[in-house]
């Protein structure tokens, strides 16, 4: 069991995400690995293949070591559980199924904005609505990387390694007590761990700030791109709505990426929706038909339902909001888009 007394950036990045649980989150280790070691590998890759059949997009190999790791905490009558306890979850929250029907996928959509167009899932809640997302694009060395998620802004935080946020997530600077949850260090070494984790993170790669943009992660430049469209599939387009335009992608872009759509599930579903909402019909098809062609059978769904609404604009539906409701959210689109996000495709 790692020693959080004596641990180093050396030490943490030999260790496993097991290590690091069994330290900090499992309320009892031996049952804990225990249930671990009953883990059927084959459910596992079953799980991944599943994940990449549905969305398209082929995972970190960390997500398996991390998906045994939620099998051996899921037990609500473990002493280990610690998904729901005290005001933190602990649940990765992505789709392996795709919806029943067209209808439960258009529901679906705005809750799932980050999944569909950056590859990021919620990973953690805690009781005040801040979140982590896990995203499922490769970081370096296959890890798998977590955004704190600013929700007042809608912005991502600068990265952190999984096995940086299970460390400094759970750590209390709380004087330890023997009755209380691991991770209870006291106020020195809690200071102490976090530049341990911190100093993991450099001496892996990950980026620790977004000054330059040839080093963010690849879901970083995703969302930041596609943020404008989470208000917009709920019906309510932001008041930021122009500002958050400026940092979508154009023409230019478009006609790069189009020849990439058939391949690329999260750029065909951003670009499906996003021309339908820009009201770029017959870019908005020509988006469709490449989801048409997509392995990703999520995408292929996204452009059965939108190909629905522009052959019926009047049966287009997004959970609550109706043709007309979404009518209104097209028209403000196109009035605060840029001209060559309008420009005829």
């Not at 190999?61 to 559980?81: C, F, N, P, V």
């Not at 070494?189 to 100093?199: F, K």
């Not at 452009?303 to 009518?327: C, F, K, N, T």
Request: aromatic content about 6%.
């Amino acid at each position: 069991m790692l020693d959080l007394e004596t641990l180093t950036p050396a030490t943490l990045l030999s260790a496993s995400l097991a290590d690091i649980v069994e330290a900090v989150v499992a309320r009892d280790p031996a049952r804990f690995r225990s249930q671990l070691a009953s883990v059927a590998p084959a459910g596992l890759q079953a799980r991944v293949a599943d994940i990449h059949g549905l969305l398209g997009i082929s995972p970190p190999a960390q997500l398996q070591e991390w998906e045994a790791i939620q099998q051996a905490l899921a037990s609500r009558e473990s002493a280990d559980s610690i998904w729901n306890s005290e005001d933190r979850s602990l649940r990765l929250d992505v789709l392996s199924r795709m919806p029943e029907d067209l209808e439960a996928l258009a529901a679906l959509l705005p809750s799932y904005s980050e999944g569909l167009f950056a590859g990021l899932f919620v990973l953690s809640e805690d009781a005040s609505g801040d979140r982590a997302l896990l995203s499922l694009l490769s970081g370096p060395d296959q890890v798998l990387l977590v955004f704190p998620y600013a929700h007042g802004r809608g912005t991502l935080r600068a990265a952190h390694s999984l096995k940086n946020f299970l460390l400094t997530a759970w750590l209390s600077d709380n004087a330890p007590e023997s009755d209380e949850a691991p991770g209870w260090v006291g106020d020195t070494r809690y200071e102490a761990l976090q530049e341990v984790a911190r100093e993991h993170d450099v001496q892996l790669g990950v980026p620790g700030t977004r000054e330059h943009a040839s080093i963010i992660p690849h879901s970083a430049r995703l969302h930041a791109r596609s943020r404008w469209m989470s208000s917009v599939l709920w019906g309510r387009p932001s008041p930021r709505l122009k500002e958050y335009l400026e940092h979508a992608p154009g023409d230019a872009e478009w006609k790069v990426e189009q020849k990439d759509l058939s391949g690329h599930a999260l750029l065909a579903n951003y670009w499906i929706l996003a021309h339908y909402f820009l009201g770029n019909e017959e870019a908005c098809r020509a988006a469709v038909a490449a989801g048409h062609q997509n392995a990703a059978e999520l995408t292929r769904g996204l452009a059965r339902l939108v190909d629905g609404w522009l052959a019926v604009p009047s049966s287009a539906r997004i959970g609550e909001s109706d043709a007309p409701v979404l009518e209104r959210a097209r028209q403000a689109v196109a009035a605060s888009a840029r001209p060559d996000q309008r420009s005829s495709r």
